[in-house]
């Protein structure tokens, strides 16, 4: 009997594109849903539950009556202005359960679904409306974070492609093109600390891109930016791959600290270990059946109160990894962005991002002005091919362009 030829779940397989996009779209419909519901006075809590009841409901919708794994690659959560990572309370912690959104507050909503183990994760940062934007335009220092963060995120996106990829002219200059080394990861925060600086702001200490696979968002690679004590990127992008690509800058100083917030994120690990409690081996069990190795949050279990106990020995075994709550060191607002990426012969494709922001939204003196960024941020992420946008009428405005409107729109505010 011939043996089963093996599955190829490689980006050559067009069958792993079409789960990843399909994953994406549906992670963009909810982000859009659940940012229109980040309004004064919202519960953190409820926006997550409804978040996630969202997300089953719409990827119940897909590969129906296929066999293929399908779920949650990353549970609804909401973090408030200072918090660095992905928030979501209990409802059994009261105190947590009650926070609410603030007027003013910078707001980070990270989600997204997975089919047949491909993830697609997104997280955008906005802006709770308050009386200082009521004509619907973002003041001063709100604006700067937004904008400090959107161009860091485009220019790590550029610097992602791989040397060469997307080289014109002569076949002389394409193969010198392609022959230069990867940029070093120091020198990528170099050239961000400059896009942040622009605004006065500071990358957000250890910001960490993973490479994706299947079951698998923290991969064997990592660009750490501006890296902390400890923490050390390695590998580079190369083409075939799909990234989780992580943009994180704070008004303040950048410095982070875990916060006395309980932690409720968690992910199963490769260890194994035979757990003594009763109560932990019942939940490590409901955990691999229902969200195998991707991230989840104690609230989605069926028994909240008796996960806060089973997990304990889980985390302490490191059966479990535990997300711990962490935040700015000053109390600053940070800004946060996620975007799930691919790496293919075209270059990069944004299969799961943030939406483009309105600059026209945007009052700020502020803009970039370094040669060398401008340049960078001129160039495309991938090659042309010829098809016509759907979204022709919102085209998007050169970086130089860009800037220079964001400086008249203030200008001609004053």
Request: with cysteine; hydrophobic share 35%.
């Amino acid at each position: 009997m011939a043996e089963e030829a093996e599955t190829d779940y490689s980006l050559s397989n067009p069958d792993t594109l079409t789960k990843y996009k399909t994953a994406a779209q549906i992670s963009h419909k909810v982000l859009e849903t659940v940012t229109g519901w980040c309004v004064e006075g919202e519960k953190i809590l409820s926006l997550c539950e409804r978040g996630d009841k969202l997300l089953e409901d719409e990827i119940a919708k897909v590969y129906k009556g296929k066999k293929i794994l399908k779920g949650i690659s990353h549970p609804c959560t909401v973090s408030p202005s200072s918090f660095v990572t992905p928030y979501t309370p209990l409802s059994s912690d009261a105190e947590e359960a009650a926070t609410v959104l603030k007027p003013g507050e910078v707001i980070k909503i990270q989600l997204g679904a997975q089919i047949d183990g491909f993830g697609a994760i997104v997280c955008d940062s906005i802006i709770i409306p308050s009386q200082e934007n009521e004509d619907d335009k973002l003041p001063g220092r709100q604006a700067d974070l937004l904008l400090a963060t959107h161009y860091a995120n485009e220019l790590l996106l550029r610097l992602m492609v791989p040397p060469g990829l997307l080289a014109t002219g002569t076949e002389e200059e394409k193969k010198k093109a392609g022959a230069e080394k990867p940029i070093s990861q120091g020198k990528i925060t170099q050239l961000l600390n400059k896009v942040v600086e622009s605004y006065n702001c500071k990358l957000v200490e250890s910001t960490t891109s993973w490479l994706f696979e299947r079951n698998e968002i923290e991969g064997k690679k990592k660009i750490v930016l501006a890296p902390g004590e400890g923490s050390k990127g390695e590998g580079v992008p190369e083409l075939g791959e799909v990234w989780g690509v992580e943009m994180g800058v704070s008004l303040g100083s950048g410095k982070v600290k875990t916060l006395e917030n309980r932690a409720t994120l968690h992910r199963r690990t490769a260890t194994q270990y035979g757990l003594s409690r009763p109560s932990s081996r019942q939940l490590l069990s409901a955990i691999v059946k229902r969200f195998g190795t991707f991230p989840f949050s104690l609230r989605q279990l069926d028994d909240e109160r008796g996960a806060k106990i089973g997990v304990v020995e889980c985390v302490r075994t490191n059966v479990l990894r535990q997300y711990e709550v962490v935040g700015e060191k000053d109390g600053a607002a940070v800004a946060r962005v996620f975007s799930t990426v691919s790496l293919t012969k075209n270059g990069l494709t944004r299969l799961a991002a943030p939406p483009t922001p309105d600059f026209k939204k945007y009052k700020t003196d502020k803009k970039i002005t370094d040669e060398e960024i401008l340049r960078i941020l001129e160039k495309p992420i991938a090659k042309s091919t010829g098809a016509k946008s759907k979204n022709k009428k919102k085209k998007k405005k050169p970086a130089k362009k860009a800037s220079e409107e964001e400086s008249g729109e203030s200008s001609a505010e004053d």
